[in-house]
């Protein structure tokens, strides 16, 4: 069975540029959450989405945005890039909402310079 | 608002010298805690979740236990494929039951 997969692995963009992150969830999982984790920390919560829906929403500024689709992927926008933008993303589905555990994929690598 | 808090920040055992990694939380009303396993560049693996005070889980050298205000990870006899950085995670019931807020995690290192 197919994890949680994501695209692209890797990325390096230009201060200012705008990028999406995709991400598919396990077949069968309705939610997709987001996570940003900076070297030496832990995941941070940016975005849940639940049958196409916005269910929670971390503390980022709004040029973080996110959409899921009707066959439950989903993309991560960011506007206007900026250095501190450098991290992992990660994201991570489950059966529901807020019941079950979270598988997460293996991340995508932006590098802002 | 939600906190979790992990020590040590890292951890160096020989192999086969047992030990335990400390998670406290503070969360309104516990829906959850969980513990992952991350490699370096990949993403996390969940090992446990852990729903109420007393439960106890294991997975081969691994044992989870929770408490009110703790989560324990208990490695027993670890080997030096057990080097990894763990995370625990704790998912509240209030305002933001829908995510996970994580510690900043504990990197242990088994040597040979």
């Known amino acids: 069975d197919a994890g949680v997969t994501q695209s692209p692995t890797h990325l390096i963009k230009t201060r200012g540029q705008h990028v999406t992150l995709r991400c598919s969830p396990i077949?069968?999982?309705?939610?997709v959450s987001w996570y940003q984790q900076v070297l030496g920390q832990g995941p941070q919560f940016i975005f849940q989405?639940?049958?196409?829906?916005?269910?929670g929403r971390g503390n980022f500024p709004d040029r973080f945005s996110a959409r899921q689709f009707p066959n439950y992927s989903s993309e991560l926008n960011v506007n206007a890039l900026l250095l501190g933008d450098s991290a992992l993303y990660l994201c991570?589905?489950?059966?529901?909402?807020?019941?079950?555990?979270?598988?997460f994929g293996s991340g995508t690598r932006l590098t802002v310079v | 608002e939600d906190q979790v808090t992990q020590s040590p920040e890292a951890l160096r055992l020989q192999e086969g010298e047992s030990s335990s990694l400390n998670c406290s939380y503070t969360?309104?009303?516990?829906?959850?805690l969980f513990w992952y396993r991350q490699d370096p560049g990949k993403g996390p693996e969940f090992l446990f979740t852990?729903?109420?005070a007393g439960e106890e889980k294991e997975k081969e050298r691994l044992k989870a236990t929770l408490t009110k205000k703790e989560s324990f990870l208990h490695i027993t006899a670890p080997k030096p494929e057990d080097s990894a950085t763990y995370l625990c995670?704790?998912?509240?019931?209030?305002?933001?039951?829908?995510?996970?807020?994580f510690g900043k995690g504990t990197k242990l290192s088994v040597i040979p």
């Open positions: 969360v309104s009303g516990l829906r959850g």
């Open positions: 991570a589905s489950s059966l529901e909402g807020a019941n079950y555990g979270y598988t």
């Open positions: 995670a704790a998912q509240g019931t209030g305002a933001g039951s829908y995510q996970l807020t």
């Open positions: 077949s069968g999982h309705k939610s």
């Open positions: 852990l729903y109420s």
């Open positions: 989405y639940y049958e196409k829906e916005e269910r």
